[in-house]
């Protein structure tokens, strides 16, 4: 008997798995549509499949349909209620429905706060519920229960866990509250203890917002010369063209940038025209800028900046 029932059982047991391994392959191809629909048709014969209903949330959070992810999530809170990365996801779409609609956003903090009160004392080491707390903590308005003393508190369980999340988190909490001397600090500390892309972008983005190219163009030939990244010769020039500095540098940078281009640089060869546009026109080679802006315009013709600087080139 109990061989009968595992041969039933088996093949709908393999059954369903080969259908959420299609949907799996969907979402790594970004088919988001494709697979909400496959999901739906697999839910209609299984409804309380927890890992199917946890795609579902997670196509509808790809497709920014914030209510029906709520929905999703909500259910699988009620369905497994300790769970950490539930109270996460569910906590998440919450907080990107208030970001959407400001008038409803009092009435959803306190879900949104529980939500990732409840991940972070579900799972101690979850990493990405204590950065939520962080940047809810700093984000939130005094009256309605912003607090920095809370958020540098889960800046300090981060850096428990990991010291490059720690110093990341305290350096943008600092840099939150105006505090850059204080966010540099905890920048170059996450930069010596880890160095990734990310630690040396955070100080790059602090030295922009407080108007110091020269620094943030001295950062990226620091994180270039150890991560040997094409994307950084793109940065370089970037920095150099919106501050006119280091023109010659910059120039260079973004020759090389074009010469090396590959999709996953990330930004298109348009942007790398846009920026030589902005050198020349510094330098005031009119006829050089109009040749790269026009190249700017004709690979991605709807980007209403490179319409604006045509413009400026064209009153030089």
């Not at 790809?62 to 709520?70: C, F, G, L, S, Y």
């Not at 620094?215 to 270039?224: G, L, P, S, T």
């Amino acid at each position: 008997m109990k061989k009968t029932l595992l041969f039933l059982i088996l093949p709908y047991m393999c059954f369903s798995q080969v259908n959420l391994d299609k949907i799996e392959v969907l979402f790594e191809k970004k088919q988001f549509e494709k697979a909400e629909v496959q999901i739906i048709n697999f839910l209609k014969e299984h409804p309380n499949h927890i890992k199917a209903t946890e795609f579902l949330g997670d196509v509808y959070g790809h497709q920014k349909n914030w209510n029906d992810a709520i929905n999703a999530y909500k259910k699988l809170v009620e369905a497994k209620p300790n769970i950490a990365n539930y109270h996460y996801k569910y906590g998440g779409v919450l907080g990107m429905k208030a970001l959407q609609n400001k008038l409803k956003a009092i009435g959803l903090i306190g879900d949104i706060k529980e939500a990732f009160t409840k991940a972070a004392e579900l799972d101690k080491n979850h990493i990405e519920t204590r950065w939520a707390l962080v940047e809810l903590y700093m984000q939130l308005p005094g009256i309605v229960g912003g607090s920095k003393s809370k958020s540098l508190k889960y800046a300090e369980e981060l850096e428990d866990l990991s010291k490059v999340d720690g110093y990341l988190a305290k350096g943008y909490i600092n840099e939150y509250d105006n505090e850059p001397e204080l966010a540099e600090k905890f920048y170059k500390m996450a930069i010596e203890e880890g160095g990734s892309l990310t630690c040396f972008d955070k100080l790059t983005t602090l030295y922009e917002k407080e108007n110091k190219p020269e620094k943030a163009i001295e950062n990226i030939e620091v994180a270039q010369e150890k991560h040997q990244r094409n994307a950084l010769h793109y940065q370089i020039g970037k920095v150099a063209a919106e501050y006119n500095i280091e023109l010659e540098k910059g120039e260079h940078c973004l020759e090389i940038y074009l010469k090396n281009y590959a999709p996953e640089d990330g930004v298109p060869k348009a942007w790398a025209h846009y920026r030589l546009a902005q050198i020349h026109a510094h330098k005031n080679n009119k006829t050089t800028a109009l040749k790269y802006i026009d190249l700017a315009i004709a690979q991605l013709p709807k980007i209403k900046p490179f319409k604006e600087e045509k413009e400026r080139i064209l009153n030089l």
